[in-house]
């Protein structure tokens, strides 16, 4: 079945307590990123990919890092948590489009659940 | 002025009603529309891609006005399992550029 797999699904950590969010796909796509959702802010885009070891800043990526050493793999790394990290994060992976763009379906993972306290 | 603009809701409509929805995004060159379906705290799903020609699938339409830079969303004979948030997304930039924008949604709610 094709699918995007992220772990863990809930996390509750304390401030400073470096955390690793896993994310992986099945479905040999080049693109992936990371989003987080909050209310009233919608999805924003922390970083992407484009390819293995391949990676770029979204719209907030502070706070947050990412690699890219396999082409399944997408983990999003928080170096040192802080309150104001806690939200839903969604893992996302598409086919690269024609030139590049991105022109075809975003696929999800289930999302996790980050509470950092 | 946001990237993509969409009106949160939420829309209270009873079954068997028809609603459309809106949205608007700003960036003139973006070439690739969607529009995806949220559950409550869950992750989006593709609805539908939305064509310049417009398309439909069953019970659901999707319209692009690429002159007045908007694209629509209309729902006929809504059920209760519509419910649900629906979310707007435009690719932002030409190509060579990895971006899709999400608008922050608009919320259906279907009533029996």
């Known amino acids: 079945e094709a699918q995007v797999t992220q772990n863990p699904r809930y996390l509750i950590t304390v401030t400073g307590k470096k955390l690793t969010v896993t994310c992986s796909q099945n479905m040999n796509h080049e693109y992936m990123s990371w989003y987080r959702q909050d209310p009233g802010l919608g999805l924003r885009q922390i970083y992407y990919s484009m390819n293995v070891e391949v990676t770029d800043k979204g719209d907030v990526p502070e706070g947050y890092k990412v690699s890219r050493k396999e082409k399944r793999n997408f983990p999003l790394i928080l170096e040192s948590p802080s309150p104001n990290q806690t939200s839903l994060y969604f893992c996302?992976?598409?086919?690269?489009?024609?030139?590049?763009?991105?022109?075809?379906?975003?696929?999800f993972g289930q999302g996790t659940r980050l509470t950092v306290v | 002025r946001k990237e993509v603009e969409q009106d949160p809701g939420p829309f209270n409509v009873p079954e068997g009603a028809t609603v459309a929805f809106n949205c608007t995004y700003s960036n003139s060159a973006s070439q690739s529309f969607f529009w995806y379906r949220q559950d409550c705290r869950k992750e989006p799903k593709l609805l539908m891609s939305v064509y310049s020609s417009g398309n439909e699938d069953g019970r659901f339409t999707a319209q692009l006005n690429r002159a007045s830079q908007y694209i629509s969303l209309l729902i006929r004979d809504s059920k209760l399992s519509d419910s649900a948030t629906y979310l707007c997304v435009v690719n932002g930039l030409p190509s060579g550029t990895y971006k899709y924008i999400f608008g922050t949604g608009t919320r259906l709610k279907v009533l029996a």
């Open positions: 996302a992976s598409s086919l690269k489009g024609p030139r590049g763009a991105v022109r075809t379906e975003a696929f």
